[in-house]
């Protein structure tokens, strides 16, 4: 089945460093990815949809500045996590739309980054 | 991750309310019940959590009956906008799991004028 991986799977940094995590698609291309953090209580907010070719759209309320999307190929899109601070400490999931699956829009998720900012 | 069933359709006309329900038997006591919604081409966004009893936003109202077995989802006065795919998920999406989590089939909404 179709795998998306994320690298790496955990990082710890020093609050105002940045941080790049790589959200690959293993076995299907995708032209579009999306970036969630996930918030207490497990629920997913959808950051941003990462657009290969042209630039990332955010949702409303999240810094496009903070949080850097690069689409370099259809395979691989990163997020980078600029001046990172305490609050930004998180989990960060991927996805990436498989389309003609099974499902429509079957979305295949990532597993994970935990950033903590110290 | 517990199961859910919901069903795969549902009709409505603008300014009408609707109402989708969840079934999950397999709730655990720590699972909370998350309701997302998806357009064509587009993410899953976040619409409403809860426990139990009832749970209102902006946006929609969660209903969860005591026995917490299912959960239904209300929209009051549907637009055309409100057109999408709706999910289900309780728990934790990743519940050890090692990705490829998808969110399953959801209920597609089709809201007519």
């Known amino acids: 089945g179709a795998v998306v991986s994320q690298h790496p799977s955990r990082v710890i940094c020093k609050s105002g460093t940045s941080v790049k995590i790589e959200c690959r698609s293993l076995?299907?291309?995708?032209?579009?990815m999306f970036w969630y953090r996930q918030f207490p209580k497990k629920s997913l907010m959808l950051m941003a949809t990462s657009n290969e070719g042209s630039k990332a759209t955010y949702e409303q309320g999240v810094e496009k500045d903070k949080f850097l999307i690069n689409h370099a190929s259809l395979t691989l899109s990163t997020l980078t996590v600029t001046s990172a601070h305490p609050e930004d400490s998180s989990f960060y999931i991927c996805?990436?739309?498989?389309?003609?699956?099974?499902?429509?829009?079957?979305?295949?998720f990532g597993p994970g980054t935990r950033l903590t900012v110290l | 991750l517990a199961k859910t069933t919901q069903p795969i359709s549902m009709d409505s006309y603008e300014g009408q309310e609707v109402n989708i329900t969840c079934s999950h038997n397999?709730?655990?006591?720590?699972?909370?019940i998350t309701w997302y919604q998806q357009f064509p081409s587009q993410g899953p966004r976040f619409i409403i959590q809860?426990?139990?009893t009832k749970v209102t936003n902006e946006v929609a109202s969660l209903f969860i009956p005591a026995d917490r077995k299912s959960s239904t989802l209300s929209l009051p006065r549907v637009s055309l906008s409100d057109t999408a795919v709706y999910y289900c998920?309780?728990?934790?999406?990743?519940?050890?799991?090692?990705?490829?989590?998808?969110f399953g089939k959801g209920t597609k909404l089709s809201v007519k004028p």
């Open positions: 809860g426990y139990k």
């Open positions: 996805s990436a739309p498989l389309l003609g699956g099974e499902f429509t829009d079957t979305q295949y």
């Open positions: 076995d299907f291309q995708a032209t579009t």
């Open positions: 397999n709730i655990a006591t720590n699972d909370y």
């Open positions: 998920l309780v728990g934790d999406p990743w519940g050890g799991s090692q990705g490829n989590l998808i």
